[in-house]
């Protein structure tokens, strides 16, 4: 970490003040009631000639307490130093090494465990002791029961809230959350109802996230997927006609010269627009490379740019444009976005509610009114194959 040395007043008296140490000293650091910091040199590097020097440190005293155990190196202006972590003890337990240049000293304490040890003492060899200065900084820390209950929750939910915050400090089903002790009692009787299904209904992950994270596939040939078949119960559905990948494939090298070297699919797919007798009904139906897309009641029509076109003639026909959204939401929507503004209307559809088809290589690119289709299938026509006979 860079700090600019006129930001701490009490490491440079520190630093004008350092004490002389020998071989085996105990230090601990100085009790200090803030956030700010206390600091103490404990090696004086002018005093010492020695290599290696040992020293007995002493844990922290209480929960809330860090102590810190560091050296500096400086920039070569001399304007600016640096902390370099050497050690810390916190919340009363023994000290520890610190990641980084000084990560492979060794601190041997009088117990060697996880436990809370206050007061006892660990021992450590450092380096570079000749040419480096070591300090002790203590600082002190204190949550407030709120602070408190919001580190519980993030480490055991999803994330806190504000209600979950008041519940937990008001709450008499696990007692109030005031002081630390208390907010351990309340914490612990949050698990356990947590884990009782007559507190809190059992619910899945899993469904939660399918239900809302479950996106469509438009590339599942690259890599497998999770999820169920398409014909199983809970698939999910896109709910447009056509799609980017309609585009491609039935432009081919007209989009994009590399396309055919990079999808495994043959190109020039067209989409037919035919009429068929469903039912004893007349529907008009998009299909594309023989697959029936959507049907509707009446026969599409052009856009002419703020209103219905001409009648679009039953046949062949590239698609030229597409986007990957449901036509019908945009074109309802536009009135209230527009308010009969055709111009913009116009840039609106064409933008965000794209189905754009034309007649033959030489053919004008056309936008077909309403954009891209809704997925409508005749119940009637579920019941027969696609040659129209019933099964």
Known sequence: MQVKASAFASLFAALLLPGK??????????????????????????????????????????????????????????????????????????????????????????????????GETCSVTLVDTDRRSYYLTSYKYQLTPRQYSARFFERSTFGANTAMLDEMTTAANWGACTTESECVDAQTAWIADQQDPSVVPTVSHREWFRERLNPRSVEVYKYGLSGPHACSSGSVWRNFAFTKKDWYMSTGDELDGNMRHTWPMDFWHNVTLEDRDVGGNVKYAWTYAGHVRTMMDAQP???????????????IYDVCGVSD???????????????????????????????????????????????????????????????????
């Not at 972590?85 to 916190?90: D, F, K, L, Q």
């Not at 029509?301 to 046949?315: A, E, Q, V, W």
């Not at 309403?370 to 006979?389: A, F, K, M, Q, R």
């Open 21 to 118: 140490a020998v071989h085996g000293a105990v230090f601990s650091c100085d009790a200090h009631t803030s956030r700010t910091g206390t600091t103490k040199t404990i090696l004086d590097h002018a005093a010492i000639s020695d290599r290696e020097t040992s020293v007995t440190l002493t844990n922290t005293a209480a929960s809330g307490e860090l102590c810190t155990l560091y050296t500096l190196a400086y920039s070569e202006d001399g304007l600016q130093f640096y902390y370099i972590p050497a050690g810390r003890s916190y919340d009363g337990r023994n000290w520890e090494r610190a990641a980084g240049k000084f990560s492979g000293l060794e601190f041997t304490c009088q117990n060697d465990d996880s436990q809370v040890r206050p």
């Open 301 to 315: 029509r052009y856009y002419d740019g703020s209103n219905p076109g001409d009648l679009i003639p039953l046949g």
């Open 325 to 391: 959204l449901p036509g019908s939401y945009y074109i309802d929507q536009q009135a209230s976005y527009f308010s009969g503004d055709a111009d913009r209307t116009h840039e609106f559809v064409k933008r965000h509610a794209m189905f754009k088809i034309r007649l033959g290589d030489d053919g004008p690119c056309q936008h077909v009114y309403g954009g891209n289709p809704d997925v409508v299938i005749d119940e009637t026509y579920l019941d027969h194959d696609s040659s129209g006979e019933e099964t």
